[in-house]
């Protein structure tokens, strides 16, 4: 097989970060336990971030983004561009374009691999668990599953972003878990989950900070996320556009034939 060239291992890198600060985990026992009784002001909490993102009608299937990845790993920053596209809840093709064409990365349900021209290469089990687990909190993923069994909500007390305050709820979907930290107004200032250092593996709290929303087609959307671990940045992400419920060729997310 050909080389995929230095563009993509650029994209391996951005992906990477993202993809190991996406961990895997799985709710703890202490968070069930106090589940049942405050699931009530949850569900409300919840109900209140749903109508602040999406109007009350989360009618989410698609979306596609030109994204501007800062990564800083090791003390070097490094900039990417890249184009997300995405089909709720579990697929995404994350590429950039290059002299050599385009260069992706593509999750498709449980499986995901790498692209480069006519060349694909099947990702590592971990490297795909860790890309569904970041599918499976994204928040418009979140948002879009409101009402099905397979999400869990319990509130998990209050806190302050930059003064201002907040109730914190822990949601899972899928079995992944997060916390998310919602201002009076419904917005998520802030996402924290358990994660793993993309330097050296190291296991940590990552913390995403949202802010610059804005409103695209009934949809108010993050365009600027800072993603830190144990309280230091590694990543900051720009949204240049956004496009909700767009049509995407399924050959975009095509799985590569077994050899």
Known sequence: MA???????????AATALALLGGVSEPRAEQAAGETAAVPTA????????????GGAPDLRSLRE?????SMLQGQATSIEQTLSVVLPDKLRRAINSPMGEQAIVINGEHGFMAAGDHKMRLPDERIAESVAQLSRD??????????????????GSSEVDGTSCRIIGVAYRGVDSRLCLDDQ????????????????????????????????GVLFPFRQQVSFDG???????????EINPTLDPSLFELPSAD
């Open 186 to 217: 419904g917005r998520v200032l802030t996402q924290s989950y358990d994660g793993r250092n993309p330097t050296d593996g190291s296991p940590g709290r990552v913390v995403i900070r949202f802010s610059d929303y804005r409103l695209v087609d």
């Open 139 to 156: 928040l418009l993923v979140l948002v879009s599953r409101a009402g099905e069994r397979e999400l869990r909500i319990w509130s998990d």
């Open 3 to 13: 080389q995929l060239g230095i563009p993509l291992a650029r994209l391996v890198v």
């Open 43 to 54: 569900a409300a909490l919840f109900r209140g971030m749903v109508s602040a993102l999406t």
């Open 66 to 70: 030109t994204v501007t990845v800062t």
């Open 232 to 242: 230091v940045q590694l990543v900051e992400l720009t949204v240049a556009s956004l």
